[in-house]
């Protein structure tokens, strides 16, 4: 399959090409059905003959290119209509009836509203393709997106979240004149999952009814179904939340497929290089020493140990706190012992051969390093974030 991109330098356009390369050079195997060839990618830069032919030997064509900031409202029409025509009228003269995909807007539903120009130059650019499907018989696809997210948006341009991310990345001022607005976001990756369909013929019909999507199998319009909806107040909740977790090193709930995990990486992609890295807090003395890796709102905290050679560390107990102790380098033993009872429990741990050892609890325990020269590195991770007012830790030795 050969596949033509117009805009291919803008924030979907980069994310769709990647991800397309992915596929052709074999790194992506999850879209076994997606076979490509050639992907030309044009922008106002290209030379003409890249677009030419593209039109001419293309088996699919996402048309991505459009203006949404110009300094004069006129340009609107010119990118937006205009160089749609001229890229169908290559397609006509090349005879090339394959699948066109077009990028418009949610704003194609408010120019009754708003009498927007931007809006109108969108419905236009609609209406354009929607006739050359007629008169052609080619499938056009006519995907109207809602307000974008994720990594490459280019912020203080068109991207509010975009320009929230690298603002409070880079420890600069923001300006929310209204938390409560609330906005319907599309994550780039859900984009271009949806756009991949479209590829395998698998593209999501529906028509709109103000500005909701309602499926129809014969609906004029595609639409990619993952959006989320957030009020400006929450997103920036959690970005300053992002920014302080190296502090903290607490880590907010972002489970699969949530809007959280999506704007944490998003958030991530914005890190200055002097914030990509960061040091932690490691808590010494002559036996070794002890440092938080990470914290959670609910799934406990992770740490590493480090035991000089012959030291024992623990020799404490705890009521319902219980732990994993993870070797990952150097020679040791666990011992564990449940209280009121003689019997031990003993586990020779290794770096070379990684077990996970429950500290179970009622059970006093400790480690030792059985090694006379290096060091024993234990990852732990504990059920609970530790609590000062309330540690449930009891000195006892096994």
Same mark, same amino acid.
């Given at each position: 399959?050969?596949?033509?991109?117009?805009?291919?330098?803008?924030?979907?356009?980069?994310?769709?090409?990647?991800?397309?390369?992915?596929?052709?050079?074999?790194?992506?195997?999850?879209?076994?059905?997606?076979?490509?060839?050639?992907?030309?990618?044009?922008?106002?830069?290209?030379?003409?003959?890249?677009?030419?032919?593209?039109?001419?030997?293309?088996?699919?064509?996402? =048309?991505?290119?459009?203006?949404?900031?110009?300094?004069? /409202?006129?340009?609107?029409?010119?990118?937006?209509?205009?160089?749609?025509?001229?890229? +169908?009228? %290559?397609?006509? &003269?090349?005879?090339?009836?394959?699948? @066109?995909? $077009?990028?418009?807007?949610?704003?194609?539903?408010?120019?009754?509203?708003?009498?927007?120009?931007?809006?109108?130059?969108?419905?236009?650019?609609?209406? %354009?393709?929607?006739?050359?499907?007629?008169?052609?018989? &080619?499938?056009?696809?006519?995907?109207?997106?809602?307000?974008?997210?994720?990594?490459?948006?280019?912020?203080?341009?068109?991207?509010?979240?975009?320009?929230?991310? =690298?603002?409070?990345?880079?420890? +600069?001022?923001? *300006?929310?004149?209204?938390?409560?607005?609330?906005?319907?976001? +599309?994550?780039?990756?859900? $984009? @271009?999952?949806?756009? #991949?369909?479209?590829?395998?013929?698998?593209?999501?019909?529906?028509?709109?009814?103000?500005?909701?999507?309602? /499926?129809?199998?014969?609906?004029?319009?595609?639409?990619? /179904? @993952?959006?989320?909806?957030?009020?400006?107040?929450?997103?920036?909740?959690?970005?300053?939340?992002?920014?302080?977790?190296?502090?903290?090193?607490? !880590? /907010?709930?972002?489970?699969?497929?949530?809007?959280?995990?999506?704007?944490?990486? !998003?958030?991530?992609?914005?890190?200055?290089?002097?914030? @990509?890295?960061?040091? %932690?807090?490691?808590?010494?003395?002559?036996?070794?020493?002890? *440092?938080?890796?990470?914290?959670?709102?609910?799934?406990?905290?992770?740490?590493?140990?480090?035991?000089?050679?012959?030291? *024992?560390?623990?020799?404490?107990? =705890?009521?319902?706190?219980?732990? #994993?102790?993870?070797?990952?380098?150097?020679?040791?033993?666990?011992?564990?012992?449940?209280?009121?009872?003689?019997?031990?429990?003993?586990?020779?741990?290794?770096?070379?051969?990684?077990?996970?050892?429950?500290?179970?609890?009622?059970?006093?325990?400790?480690?030792?390093?059985?090694?006379?020269?290096?060091?024993?590195?234990?990852?732990?991770? &504990?059920?609970?974030?530790?609590?000062?007012?309330?540690?449930?830790? #009891?000195?006892?030795?096994?």
């Amino acid at each position: 399959m050969n596949i033509l991109i117009t805009g291919a330098n803008g924030f979907v356009g980069r994310n769709l090409v990647e991800n397309l390369k992915a596929i052709r050079d074999g790194k992506n195997r999850t879209r076994p059905n997606i076979r490509i060839d050639t992907i030309w990618e044009y922008d106002l830069d290209t030379p003409r003959s890249v677009l030419e032919e593209g039109c001419a030997k293309a088996d699919f064509v996402f =048309h991505l290119a459009g203006v949404n900031r110009p300094r004069d /409202p006129a340009e609107f029409e010119k990118g937006n209509f205009g160089f749609s025509s001229e890229l +169908l009228g %290559l397609l006509r &003269a090349a005879g090339n009836r394959c699948p @066109v995909m $077009l990028s418009s807007s949610l704003q194609a539903t408010l120019i009754g509203r708003y009498n927007g120009d931007y809006g109108r130059s969108k419905r236009a650019g609609e209406d %354009l393709f929607f006739r050359y499907a007629e008169e052609t018989g &080619a499938k056009v696809l006519v995907f109207r997106l809602p307000n974008l997210a994720g990594k490459w948006v280019r912020p203080n341009y068109n991207s509010a979240v975009g320009t929230f991310c =690298h603002n409070i990345a880079h420890d +600069l001022p923001i *300006t929310v004149n209204d938390p409560s607005v609330e906005l319907e976001l +599309l994550f780039i990756d859900d $984009l @271009v999952d949806a756009l #991949f369909d479209a590829l395998e013929g698998k593209e999501r019909h529906c028509e709109y009814d103000g500005l909701e999507p309602l /499926p129809r199998e014969d609906g004029r319009f595609c639409w990619a /179904p @993952v959006t989320h909806r957030a009020t400006l107040g929450r997103i920036v909740e959690l970005l300053r939340s992002f920014h302080d977790q190296p502090k903290t090193l607490l !880590m /907010p709930a972002i489970p699969a497929g949530s809007f959280e995990k999506k704007l944490y990486s !998003m958030y991530l992609s914005y890190l200055p290089r002097e914030k @990509v890295a960061f040091d %932690l807090k490691m808590n010494e003395d002559a036996r070794g020493s002890f *440092t938080e890796l990470l914290k959670t709102a609910d799934h406990g905290q992770f740490s590493v140990n480090i035991s000089k050679p012959g030291i *024992t560390k623990g020799q404490h107990w =705890h009521n319902a706190k219980w732990e #994993f102790f993870i070797v990952v380098s150097g020679h040791g033993l666990i011992q564990e012992r449940k209280l009121g009872t003689d019997e031990i429990l003993e586990f020779e741990v290794s770096g070379e051969h990684i077990q996970a050892v429950h500290m179970l609890p009622g059970y006093t325990h400790n480690i030792i390093n059985l090694s006379e020269t290096e060091n024993l590195v234990t990852l732990m991770w &504990a059920n609970e974030l530790f609590d000062p007012a309330k540690p449930d830790t #009891f000195f006892e030795p096994v």
